[in-house]
């Protein structure tokens, strides 16, 4: 961004730790994830990854405020990833975890102490009935 530019950007906060989890485990979510995998095989022309042989798992690690998104392996198996005529096996476990994303929560407090961190100043704010999650209007703070 450049000196004076404004960025809109939404925020979750930390809420109550179940209804977090909740939000993720929706019909959709686990549909729309899972999807990776199946594009990730369209990227790499090849079939590394057979979706039936995963689920999703979703845990929110209160403490830092971050919920965290895994494939599962539901089972022992072995990945055969070729390249350039060689070929890669990668074994993984039953349960063994491969990261997907993370999406971090935020306090007010937390926000705020991000935006002066990143020279961010924040111009309006816009909090639902919920009071879940922040629209923040920012403004990128000149430089001196």
């Known amino acids: 961004m450049n000196d004076g530019d404004n960025w809109l950007v939404g925020i979750d906060r930390r809420n109550d730790p179940k209804d977090i989890l909740s939000a993720y485990n929706t019909p ?22 057979d979706p039936g042989n995963f689920e999703l798992f979703g845990t929110y690690d209160e403490d830092i405020g971050r919920y965290e998104a895994y494939y599962r392996s539901l089972d022992s198996q ?7 005529g060689r070929r890669m096996r990668i074994y993984l476990g039953k349960d063994e975890l491969i990261h997907l994303w993370d999406s971090y929560k935020y306090s007010p407090e937390e926000s705020a102490e991000l935006f002066q961190n990143t020279k961010m100043k924040r111009i309006r704010q816009w909090t639902s009935r919920s009071k879940r999650f922040d629209m923040h209007l920012l403004s990128k703070v000149l430089a001196n």
């Open 28 to 49: 959709l979510h686990p549909e729309f994830a899972m999807n990776g995998l199946s594009h990730a095989n369209r990227i790499l022309e090849q079939q590394l990854f």
């Open 78 to 84: 072995e990945l055969i990833y070729a390249l350039n």
